[in-house]
């Protein structure tokens, strides 16, 4: 009924045409008429009423009186003598009966236009509370990410600080200023990190990022992303294997962003695998994709949050005092990525305790004879 309510009282048609069609339905009724009192000597009266209340229930209050008035002289005129006593009578009381059929098919069409209007206004609140909770959670979401980046900003800042007032005062021995120097160099490549972070997500999207496409060797670039992470993944003595497929053909893709791709999803399995933990890279083709997948055995994902898991700025903790730091943007830039290379990333997990599988699906591309990057040049370019 809520799809009939606007197609009855919602018509735009002209006056003009509304009438035509309210006097084409009540000839048709009026010859019914006139065909059930030839066959049967019954006057037929009531086959008209339908035409009446048709008219009104579809069109407006006037073309249901108009109908009732053409009722009364073309269905009384045709079958009845309009001399005749007997037609004054029995029209009288038929126009009685017309106008209250046009006064129900009125007020019909006036209830129905009421709960029509009812229900858009109960529509229009839903989606008003809800284009309001959605406010309100962009708003919450970016109030967190403000704190997360005052966060992960000031953390290394203050280090680079301390230790630089300290190397200033020369009170520091040979040990303690080359410790000072390296904290100094280690945090600032972590803020230095954090803002690529940021500028390559904001590239994503406003769509500024460009490729640089290239045939290439997926497992160079794969054991160069390995190389770049080992460090961290032996300080928590994870170990790392790779499962690659033994023949593996070329792939056209930007082999830095490649290796970030991959990059950031083993910084994401190490730092979510305790100590003593094991991911596993996997190298295959899978149809006319190749798939590279990261699996680890750490600390997997809550079913709650694996839709959002490659969401801007989420995390499963966003307090700030999580265990795991980070702006949540490293699966974000995977996947769209991923979508830029036209791939694309997925995640599976079982839940809590039960580790995560991350896999990025590239489409394999034939490059043009001639045009192979050599694996010499290549890992040129990703260092």
């Known amino acids: 009924m809520n799809k009939l309510y606007p197609l009855l009282l919602e018509h735009r048609l002209p006056v003009v045409v509304r009438y035509c069609i309210s006097t084409a339905i009540m000839l048709v009724c009026s010859v019914m008429q006139i065909a059930l009192q030839m066959l049967s000597g019954y006057p037929g009266y009531f086959l008209l009423l339908p035409g009446i209340f048709l008219s009104g229930l579809v069109f407006d209050r006037g073309t249901g009186i108009f109908s009732a008035l053409i009722a009364v002289c073309v269905g009384g005129y045709l079958s009845l003598r309009p001399e005749s006593v007997e037609y004054?009578?029995?029209n009288g009381l038929f126009l009685v009966t017309a106008a209250g059929t046009a006064a129900v098919a009125e007020f019909l069409r006036s209830e129905m236009k009421r709960v029509m209007l009812a229900d858009r206004a109960k529509a229009l609140l839903l989606q008003e509370m809800a284009l309001r909770q959605q406010a309100e959670k962009s708003s919450r979401l970016k109030d967190e990410f403000l704190a997360t980046v005052s966060h992960e900003l000031r953390t290394p800042l203050n280090s680079i600080l301390g230790w630089g007032q300290l190397l200033n005062t020369g009170a520091l021995s040979?040990?303690?200023?080359?410790?000072?120097?390296?904290?100094?160099y280690r945090n600032a490549r972590s803020q230095s990190q954090l803002i690529d972070d940021l500028l390559d997500m904001s590239r994503l999207i406003t769509g500024t990022l460009r490729l640089d496409l290239l045939p290439t060797v997926a497992e160079t670039v794969v054991e160069a992303a390995i190389d770049t992470v080992r460090p961290?993944?032996?300080?928590?003595?994870?170990?790392?294997?790779?499962?690659?497929?033994?023949?593996?053909?070329?792939i056209t893709v930007d082999p830095p962003r490649l290796q970030?791709?991959?990059?950031n999803l083993l910084?994401?399995?190490?730092?979510?695998t305790p100590e003593g933990g094991k991911v596993?890279?996997?190298l295959e083709q899978a149809g006319e994709d190749l798939e590279i997948t990261?699996?680890?055995?750490?600390?997997?994902?809550?079913p709650e949050f694996l839709p959002h898991v490659f969401d801007r700025f989420r995390q499963g903790d966003s307090s700030s005092t999580r265990e795991h730091r980070?702006?949540?943007l490293g699966l974000a830039i995977v996947t769209n990525l991923a979508h830029q290379h036209g791939g694309r990333a997925r995640v599976a997990s079982e839940g809590r305790g039960k580790g995560a599988a991350f896999t990025i699906s590239l489409p394999l591309k034939r490059a043009e004879r001639g045009s192979f990057f050599s694996l010499q040049a290549l890992q040129q370019r990703l260092r």
């Open 232 to 250: 961290h993944a032996e300080a928590k003595n994870i170990s790392i294997a790779t499962h690659f497929a033994a023949q593996t053909p070329q």
């Open 88 to 90: 004054l009578s029995t």
């Open 294 to 302: 990261v699996r680890d055995n750490g600390f997997g994902i809550d």
């Open 174 to 184: 040979e040990a303690e200023r080359q410790n000072a120097l390296d904290t100094i």
């Open 267 to 272: 910084v994401n399995a190490v730092k979510f």
């Open 280 to 282: 596993d890279v996997i």
């Open 326 to 328: 980070g702006l949540g």
């Open 260 to 263: 970030q791709m991959v990059g």
